[in-house]
């Protein structure tokens, strides 16, 4: 449409008026006689709405302490526990506040010289009721006279307090924090008294009030670490009113989080301004209608009906005026119809997308269990070489499909901003002879040379995700070796130094086929290569080099690729590593337990992955009851004792996060029992689901039975739980 009118022209005449009569106004006070009593005030208010706050924080923790001081005195009357555990009951039965558990601790044998702990530690439950406790008196969890809050306060002088750090209760799940202290009999000491302090009500007494006073607050405790935060933001100039109080040292900030306190007297001087000067009231007034009249009006009509527009749709405005205002009410109706077709387009793409890969990933990996899972089985029986050589490659093409189809959701997690990059300390060690025992092998049976040249220096330990290095590296050489039919393979590390931070630079050279010039960019595309031809001759998805450049882009890297057809390829690529101290490095011994005794419980609704997981846990000892849903499980666990459940997800009647939140919730001892979840959809949203809902560790399928014997390792101090008198037979 053509503009025959310009709004440019009228706010420019509208605006140069209002400035001049208000600028010529506002010039004539002083802003700097004002600002600094005000801003002065202004602080002193906030210094003092943060010692309130710490004081009304401060009272409960005080009266923690008290409670804490009648135990002491409890423990030091050296009365029988009979009477002290009475005393302790009328104590903690009057009391009410922030304290939730607590007891007494004496030193081991101290009360039977035949029983080294028998403490006396009640806890105050949900519904008020209290109760004693006595899992800590179990000697096989490694005594309490060894964890930290004992052996801290058992060195303190008699009315010594020790805090320990601020910690997660693993039964509640509520942040806590302890208090600790000494008592001594006839001079002697003891044992140690304790009180549980629950920060639940200090969250949201500090929430209640930065809300309320629209003020930020960090609460920090004597070591520094953040027991809470709401809305704490340091901006420039702003002003932080600090207090640290209580014997136990805790301290405290805050902030105006909604208006700085320049923000503040600004605005308090701006009324003081437009008392003074009754003139610039007219100006404001004058400026604003004009500006109404000509800008402001239109605009705000505008926005409040794309406000009013269902999903940012058209907007129907009738303006008469032929200027910029009616370009732009025409012109955006026409580019948000357009959008908002291609945006149900994106979504629909968006979601079919995701549906499918979850789907692709579960239907493949549910029949690879299946396939792999009995070939892992077969290859453990008496089977004769050529069966031997047979059944190996069939479980090989299992893995190379298991590893395609991770290249494809590696790279749609890339795609979507899904992939994180983790942190552990590593040797490089570990990583290039992992690579020289599978590379120096591959190579010889292609009567290929591989050579592995290490400039970085002895001993180098990085901070880094190494999982993800591994992946580059195989990436690359796994194209080097299937692109190479003569020559050799070389891999060099080495390290640079750029703009102060370190990088591990990585070289991968073959004598293979080469690559055009034409075609060296567009094999860093996902789903491309070098020719049509390649995949039928070589295999592949196309993702590998696509997922190495988005790695290295993620590890603040690059990839440089230099090639010529006929005489090979060189890849270079630069990763940003931070080193670190060199630690012991993890040596796996290769060993197989004896579980016999113990029982399991299959949760599987497929009958073949059921078969299988059977098969591995049979294998080594493990008495095996099966059952298809989630609800038939929970029946199970009713009338009979297990050690362990292997706990499928996508089910019928009941999948696997609900009956695992169900078990989790019983009132029995079987709810602490361990939970191994086994899924073939390994999508980060069902593996977060799934330990949410209690699952101990996932082992995806298909099952790799070294992850099933790793995490039984692991998880050995749970799987025996209820059966402590069997012991772990290893075998090589």
Excluded at 157 to 166: L, N
Excluded at 392 to 404: A, F
Excluded at 455 to 484: C, E, G, H, I, M
Aim: hydrophobic share 40%; charged share 20%; aromatic share 10%.
């Amino acid at each position: 449409m053509q503009i025959k009118s310009s709004l440019k022209r009228k706010s420019i005449f509208a605006l140069a008026i209002y400035l001049a009569l208000v600028l010529a106004t506002v010039g004539s006070v002083s802003y700097f006689v004002v600002e600094p009593p005000v801003r002065e005030q202004l602080e002193r208010n906030l210094d003092l709405r943060t010692q309130v706050i710490s004081s009304q924080i401060e009272m409960p923790l005080t009266g923690a302490l008290n409670l804490l001081d009648s135990i002491v005195a409890i423990g030091a009357t050296g009365e029988p526990q009979a009477i002290q555990s009475t005393m302790l009951f009328s104590l903690f039965s009057s009391v009410k506040g922030v304290t939730v558990s607590g007891g007494l601790w004496p030193a081991p044998y101290s009360v039977d010289a035949q029983v080294p702990y028998k403490s006396l530690f009640l806890n105050c439950a949900s519904d008020g009721v209290l109760e004693r406790v006595y899992s800590w008196d179990n000697p096989e969890s490694g005594g309490y006279d060894q964890e930290d809050w004992y052996a801290r306060a058992a060195k303190l002088p008699a009315g010594g307090v020790f805090w320990s750090q601020v910690y997660i209760d693993p039964f509640t799940h509520v942040q806590m924090i302890t208090a600790s202290a000494p008592y001594f009999v006839e001079q002697q000491f003891a044992g140690v008294a304790t009180v549980d302090v629950s920060l639940t009500s200090f969250i949201e007494f500090v929430k209640t009030q930065a809300e309320k006073s629209g003020i930020g607050v960090v609460l920090r405790d004597s070591y520094g670490e953040v027991i809470t935060e709401y809305d704490f933001q340091i901006m420039k100039e702003i002003y932080i009113s600090q207090n640290q109080f209580g014997d136990f040292n805790w301290s405290i900030d805050v902030v105006n989080a909604k208006q700085l306190i320049k923000e503040q007297v600004f605005g308090l001087v701006s009324k003081v301004e437009a008392s003074i000067i009754p003139i610039m009231l007219a100006c404001v007034m004058m400026g604003y209608f004009l500006i109404n009249r000509f800008l402001i009006g239109p605009i705000v009509l505008i926005a409040k009906k794309v406000g009013d527009s269902k999903e940012s749709g058209p907007i129907d405005i009738n303006y008469q005026s032929q200027d910029e205002i009616q370009h732009l009410i025409h012109t955006f109706n026409q580019k948000t119809i357009y959008l908002e077709q291609e945006r149900k387009l994106a979504q629909a793409s968006t979601r079919a997308k995701t549906a499918f890969l979850a789907t692709l990933s579960h239907e493949i990996r549910t029949p690879m269990n299946g396939v792999l899972g009995t070939a892992q089985i077969l290859l453990k029986t008496g089977l004769n070489d050529e069966q031997r050589k047979h059944l190996k490659t069939l479980y090989d093409s299992g893995e190379h499909m298991m590893t395609l189809l991770n290249e494809i959701l590696d790279f749609s997690k890339i795609e979507q901003g899904h992939l994180e990059l983790e942190k552990e300390a590593f040797a490089l060690e570990s990583i290039i002879g992992s690579i020289n025992s599978i590379y120096f092998t591959l190579c010889s049976e292609k009567g290929l040379q591989f050579n592995i040249i290490n400039d970085v220096p002895d001993n180098r330990w990085y901070l880094s995700d190494k999982a993800r290095l591994r992946q580059v590296l195989f990436n690359l050489l796994n194209n080097a070796v299937k692109f190479t039919s003569t020559g050799y393979v070389e891999v060099e590390f080495k390290e640079q130094q750029k703009s102060s931070r370190n990088y591990l630079c990585i070289v991968v050279t073959d004598t293979g086929i080469g690559i055009e010039p034409e075609a060296q960019d567009k094999i860093f595309k996902p789903f491309e290569q070098a020719e049509s031809s390649t995949t039928r001759r070589f295999g592949g998805t196309g993702l590998g080099l696509a997922i190495v450049k988005q790695i290295c882009e993620l590890m603040n890297g690059q990839v440089v690729l230099a090639s010529e057809v006929g005489i090979g390829s060189r890849f270079e690529i630069f990763l940003e590593m931070e080193t670190c101290t060199p630690g012991v490095a993890e040596n796996k011994e290769a060993t197989k337990a004896d579980y016999s005794g113990l029982k399991a419980l299959i949760v599987e609704d497929n009958r073949i992955n059921a078969i299988i997981i059977e098969t591995f846990m049979s294998n080594r000892g493990f008495d095996c009851t099966q059952v298809d849903n989630g609800l038939l499980a929970l029946e199970k666990l009713q009338n009979h004792q297990f050690d362990l459940i292997l706990m499928d997800n996508h089910m019928p009647v009941m999948d696997g996060v609900e009956a695992t939140t169900e078990i989790r919730a019983m009132k029995q001892k079987q709810s602490d029992i361990l939970i191994l979840g086994c899924t073939a959809d390994v999508f980060k949203e069902t593996r977060d689901k799934m330990m949410a809902a209690g699952v101990n560790y996932i082992v995806p399928k298909p099952i790799d039975e070294r992850e099933l014997d790793d995490a039984l390792h692991r998880f050995a101090p749970l799987l025996y739980q209820f059966k402590h008198d069997l012991t772990v037979i290893k075998s090589n």
